[in-house]
């Protein structure tokens, strides 16, 4: 489902992020990017979505080269690909209906549809009673499951969400993983990078940790800093 | 993903939704550009149209200037105005003034001159004046050339008489004000554009978290572009209207005032040339709208996409 081949990027001022990175995400599967900052978890998820380009080697999605894109083509990844970041990145002046309808304005989707979307995604992110509230009264954790919300309303195969639980309290964190394990039970491919070691421990999924830009580990089911079954 | 045709129209719908409540969220900012293009457009159109005036001014001065033809008096009127309305660029007819025409309308003019001319003896009047003839022309820079050719073509011609050197000084005073006119209207152009490029440029910039996550959720360049072009024309739309209500304004009350207190300015009459050039001045003001939106989004779009730097060798 997502391979990366060789994998290397090397940003203009001489920093390399990532560093001959070979790695296969099978489709439908919870995994976990682990690493100190500058490791190169936000760049690998950058790539994934075309948000940078690699300077070498290839990224398989969906069985396409999206190293190969064209400019035209990056919008179709991108509506196939939500995103979830730590700043949750909601429109302050729209209520949490409208942040997560905007999604859909642009992809032209019906009214009609776009209400039923909208009360399936807040139904699964426990948001049905928040919808005409603004994200400034919210909490981070609900702007977050806002957030989340957003991303899969379009149904994307692939969700990616960088440090998501970052500006979250434990309990908040807490909820926010549960969620995005739910949906990569119903068939999602979820990426997430993060520092949040108890919780990573906690859910017992594959884990990615990178070092100055390398694999150093891969742990099937395993934890934060554990040597578990090696892929 | 290929969509179908109500799918872009309510793509178009929500975009352009975006435009007109980006204006409503940053009224001042919508206020600034519009005044700033209503000012540069105004001054535009009263530049157009006093040049219009003055080239007006300067066609009817034109008009009056004609070449006088004195002839011998041994040539008819007649034969020598039909020569000379058969040379290009001579407008028929030629005026003609006879020989007795011309001592008639003297003499009127002058009572004293009869008793002057008249023999004491005979008392028969001696008749001095020579037959004229009036030459208007098409094209008042051709005076010469035509003056020359009457001189060299047409027989029986004694002399002959033009005001060139005041057609010329008109000529040029009409291309210097016309070239200043239009310089003044390209920086004023310019200037404008470089207001608005930078006005929008600030309401991009005002709504970069809007765009970011447009981007974010795989909406197309051209989704992202339309609500500020659309900005960018309304805009134009605004100030060009705007602008024409000024410019109406001048022409019917201030304006009017000036040509009765000076009658002897002939200034076209009525409206003149104020509808072409309201179409010209709105016309300006959306392109102006449009130019400067789709460049300052381009700008920022640019550098958005300056992060996908492409394959650096490792």
Redesign the interface.
Known sequence: MIRFVNVSKVYPTGNKALDNINLEIEAGSFTFLVGTTGSGKSTLIKLLYREELASSGDIWVFGKNIEHLSRNEVPTLRQQTGVVFQDFKLLPQKTVAENIAFALEILGVAKKEQEKRIHSVLELTHLQAMAKAYPRELSGGEQQRVSVARAIVNKPPVLLADEPTGNLDPDSSWEIMKLLTKIAKSGTTVVVSTHNKPLVDLLKRRVIKLDQGKIVEDNQGGGYNQHGTRR | ?A?DA??????WL?SLQQGLQNMV?SPFMSLVVVSTMTVALGVLGFLMLTLSDLTYISQQMSTQLKIVVFLQDQQTPESAAALIEGIKGVKAPVVQISKEEALKSMTEELPDLKKLLEDPHTHEVHNPFPATLEVSLYAVEKMAEIEAEIKKNVPGVEGTEANQDLAEQLNQIQSAVQLVGFGIAAILFLGTLAIVINTIQLAVHHRQ??I??????????W?IRLPFLLEGLIFGMASGLVANILLFFWRVVPLEQLKRMFTFIQLQPGLGPLYPISALVLLVGLLMGVLGSSLSVHRYIRFE?S????????
């Not at chain 2, 109500?6 to 793509?11: D, K, N, Y």
């Not at chain 2, 992060?307 to 490792?314: L, Q, S």
Request: net charge positive.
């Open positions: 993903m969509l109500s799918q872009m129209t309510r793509q929500f969220r978290r809007e970011e996550i447009m981007h974010l959720v795989g909406a197309p360049d989704f996409k992060a996908e730097k492409g394959k650096i060798p490792v």
